[in-house]
Structure formats: structure tokens, C-alpha cells
């Protein structure tokens, strides 16, 4: 599996859009981009993923660039219920399904 | 629908002794995983049972086994049991059929040994 880079931590307005960047370089074309997030004594939850295409589900949007180098995973209207570490995942969709979590963004929502 | 259930919550435990942790996976998931998450580190993937199979498994030493049942829910022991192995410890069940193969987390033992 490709290595992500994320910044350690971020913090974010309540109400205002958070976008949380991640950086994949060694993405391969098989590759898919996922986002899990973990809420303090929880277990990761998923959140999205994609391949290419600019993908949106009711928690999240994420972006992904041209050359899938890169992506952002954005929360529009963050909630202090969002306060979580969030991990940006890259993988094939195929074989073994263990995930590989970096160490992910700390993403402070201040109210 | 159930979703993914672990017990015990929190556990303390001796150097040297064993643990046996224990996981439901959500309905209908015939794949389990199981992570260890060390303080302030991203959970890191110990193994993963298909039907009853082990079907891969991550940098850990054999001391850390496991078990999938017919009815897919899933145990990992941990022998001769070493401070450093003080962490959470999670399971994830999923499906292996279509995609994407989202996994979904129980909450968790905690597992101190002292």
C-alpha cells in the first residue's frame, strides 16, 4: 500500500467547512483513497473513499486531484462532534483487506 | 442489524500471563480483523480470518493467535504477555464480496499489563 502524509493537527471552526489534506505521491492506478476517522475511545469509522472521481456521501466530500497525488477530505459544516483523528488510507480493493493507518490529523473543532 | 460488539471493555493483566479477547462481527460479515493501537498511534493490523482461515497477517510475533468460529465471531490470545503489549486492541468485520471493502470497528479492549 502507498504511504500517505497528513499534518498532525488542524483546527477548525464550528460551522465552518473543514478540509483535511493528504498527500500520496506513490499512489498506484489500482490504488483506492480511503478516510476512516476516530472519535476519542472509539473504534475508526469509515468515511468515504474513491478512486479518481470527486466522491460525496452525507458525512464528507473528498477530492482527489488530477494525478491522485494528492486529496482532501472535506467536512462542510463542522460539528464539535467531529473533533476526531482522521486517517487518510491508500489500497488496493483487492486481496488482503487489512488497513494500513498512518497517524493521522487531529482535527480540533473549536466552538 | 448488530453492529460489531467486544468484550471484555477493560483488562488488566500480569507480565507473563495469557489473555484471550473476544469480538462479534456485525451481521452477515464473514471477515474479521483485529488491530492493536499503541498510545497515541494509528491501529496496527495484527490479523485477519476469512471462514475460519487465517488470510494474512501483519508484524507480530506468534505469541498473538486467533480464532474465527462458524459463526464468524473471532478471539485473539496473546501469550507470555510483555508490558509493551499494553494497548487497545480492536476488531473490524467485514465483507469480502463487492467493493469497496469498508471495515467496521468494535470499540475496542483496553489491555493493560502490569
Known amino acids: 500500500d502507498a504511504k500517505t502524509t497528513q499534518p498532525p493537527s488542524m483546527d477548525c471552526a464550528e460551522g465552518r467547512a473543514a478540509n483535511l489534506p493528504c498527500n500520496h505521491s506513490?499512489?498506484?492506478?489500482?490504488?483506492?483513497v480511503y478516510w476512516y476517522r476516530q472519535i476519542h475511545s472509539q473504534g475508526p469509522q469509515y468515511i468515504i473513499h474513491?478512486?479518481?472521481n470527486n466522491e460525496t456521501n452525507e458525512m464528507a466530500s473528498l477530492i482527489i486531484t488530477e494525478d491522485r497525488k494528492s486529496s482532501t477530505l472535506i467536512l462542510p459544516h463542522a460539528t464539535l462532534r467531529d473533533t476526531a483523528v482522521y486517517y487518510c488510507?491508500?489500497?488496493?480493493?483487492?486481496?488482503?483487506?487489512?488497513?494500513?493507518f498512518g497517524s493521522g490529523t487531529r482535527l480540533q473543532v473549536q466552538p | 442489524e448488530t453492529g460489531v460488539t467486544q468484550s471484555p471493555t477493560h483488562l488488566i493483566k500480569t507480565r507473563g500471563q495469557q489473555v484471550t479477547l473476544r469480538c462479534s462481527s456485525q451481521?452477515?460479515?464473514?471477515?474479521v480483523s483485529w488491530y492493536q493501537q499503541a498510545l497515541g498511534q494509528g491501529p496496527q493490523f495484527i490479523f485477519q480470518?476469512?471462514?475460519?482461515?487465517?488470510?494474512g497477517r501483519g508484524n507480530f510475533p506468534p505469541r498473538f493467535s486467533g480464532l474465527q468460529f462458524p459463526n464468524y465471531s473471532s478471539e485473539l490470545n496473546v501469550n507470555a504477555l510483555e508490558l509493551d503489549d499494553s494497548a487497545l486492541y480492536l476488531c473490524?468485520?467485514?465483507?469480502?464480496?463487492?467493493?469497496?471493502?469498508?471495515?467496521?470497528f468494535g470499540p475496542g479492549t483496553r489491555l493493560t499489563v502490569t
Open positions: 473490524a468485520s467485514s465483507l469480502t464480496q463487492g467493493s469497496p471493502y469498508e471495515q467496521y
Open positions: 506513490t499512489i498506484s492506478g489500482n490504488e483506492y
Open positions: 474513491g478512486l479518481k
Open positions: 488510507i491508500v489500497r488496493v480493493d483487492t486481496g488482503r483487506r487489512a488497513l494500513t
Open positions: 451481521s452477515g460479515h464473514n471477515t
Open positions: 480470518y476469512y471462514r475460519e482461515e487465517e488470510n
